[in-house]
């Protein structure tokens, strides 16, 4: 059993890892008491042939070989100790079984095959685990004078040895890999969602980007546009040496500035459009009618049907942005005189603004430019609204919003 262990970062597969290595000292006191087990029962137990010294002197081997082999292979996961300490694990277990064959060390099965599967690798575990039980159960026959009357019990011993380090081996293992894999799919979930909070982050910022665009274009960039328009009327009043038109034109002006200066203000404040402040919808629309029929001579008349109704502060910005938007654009392009705006509460689920004007309307399905139009639309989708635009050349434009209660 092999764990990989990531040493870049700190990931699931790293804490795993790390618990592993946890484990190992288990792992090195089950080797000594059995070990040491091992050399007590060789003491206690009648000689063998050659007397207790081999057996001994091998099961020292064995305790070496741990200490300078299996303990650094587990330590460092490194297969190719691995091998060479169980090359001299079983061989020393094997050799004392050749010279002592009522020896009891077949208690260092039980840590043997053990590390078999914590050290190698589970196709190297399943090959060695066949390997030692045919070794030692040939040379057990063979002790036997391969009797046919002990082929019997050798081959069940060695069949049950091997189905239960096998089944105890690979259920393990699987317990492992199980753990391993959910580690690993724990990794890929952070990184995943660290790839979406980045891309949340993105996402926040474009859109931030995007408000900002249409928060100077729906507020500023009319107010300068007022603002030239009314300084052509002034210098056109002053060329006709009509002075007090010019005085009510820079008066006009100056009236503009100061408000587009508020709404600027209150754009980097994050507060809602200055013509919302310390008034009503209602009274911010009429507002805005008047202001709009004193710059260049448009007619904007306001109407409202129905009892008003608070909407919350977003929902009424996306209607006053939009009918800023939409008297902007009666004023650039639809050269119309007249141009009505009714914000409409009687409907019982939505509150309706429509923007009428009498100019030379267009064609919708038609290719337009510019952050206006679908500006208003992305302001009314944030509130679960929709648009609606009606126009035909010849026959002026209807823009026809609708926002949830």
Do not use: C, K
């Not at 159960?137 to 069940?156: N, P």
């Not at 979406?196 to 249409?214: F, I, T």
């Not at 009319?222 to 007090?244: H, I, Y």
């Not at 034109?249 to 507060?271: K, Y």
């Amino acid at each position: 059993m092999m764990v990989a262990v990531s040493t870049t970062e700190r990931t699931s597969r790293e804490e795993f890892g790390a618990m592993w290595r946890r484990q190992q000292p288990f792992w090195h006191a089950a080797m000594a008491v059995v070990w040491g087990a091992a050399v007590v029962v060789t003491l206690l137990d009648d000689p063998g042939p050659w007397g207790r010294g081999p057996s001994l002197a091998l099961l020292g081997l064995m305790g070496v070989s741990y200490v300078a082999l299996g303990r650094r292979a587990m330590a460092h996961e490194d297969v190719r100790l691995a091998v060479g300490y169980h090359l001299v694990a079983w061989g020393t277990l094997l050799a004392i079984q050749i010279i002592d064959p009522d020896t009891q060390s077949w208690l260092m099965f039980f840590v043997l095959y053990s590390q078999l599967w914590a050290m190698l690798p589970v196709r190297w575990a399943v090959v060695t685990t066949f390997i030692v039980v045919t070794a030692f159960g040939f040379v057990r026959w063979a002790q036997s004078d391969f009797t046919t009357g002990d082929l019997d019990m050798i081959i069940i011993s060695a069949v049950i040895s091997a189905v239960l380090s096998l089944s105890l081996g690979l259920f393990i293992t699987r317990i492992v890999t199980e753990a391993e894999t959910r580690a690993q799919t724990i990794d890929e979930l952070r990184a995943a969602q660290a790839e979406l909070a980045a891309s949340e982050r993105d996402r926040g910022v474009h859109e931030e980007r995007e408000r900002l665009s249409r928060e100077i274009h729906d507020t500023l960039a009319q107010g300068f546009t007022s603002v030239v328009a009314l300084s052509r009327a002034a210098d056109a009043a002053l060329a006709r040496g009509d002075v007090d038109a010019a005085r009510d034109r820079l008066a006009l002006i100056e009236r503009t500035a100061s408000d587009n200066l508020d709404e600027a203000r209150l754009i980097v404040a994050e507060l809602t459009p200055g013509h919302l402040q310390s008034r009503t919808l209602g009274e911010a629309l009429h507002r805005l009618g008047a202001a709009v029929s004193s710059e260049n001579g448009l007619r904007a008349d306001v109407r409202v049907t129905g009892e008003p109704v608070p909407l919350g502060g977003t929902a009424e910005v996306v209607i006053l942005r939009t009918a800023q938007e939409a008297l902007s654009n009666v004023r650039r392009h639809a050269g119309a005189g007249h141009a009505e705006l009714i914000l409409t509460y009687e409907h019982p689920e939505q509150v309706v603004l429509e923007v009428r004007d009498d100019g030379r309307g267009f064609d919708p399905a038609a290719a337009r430019s510019g952050f206006g139009l679908d500006g208003v639309q992305a302001r009314a989708a944030e509130v679960g609204g929709s648009v609606r635009l009606r126009s035909e050349p010849g026959a002026g434009t209807t823009l026809r919003l609708e926002v949830p209660r």
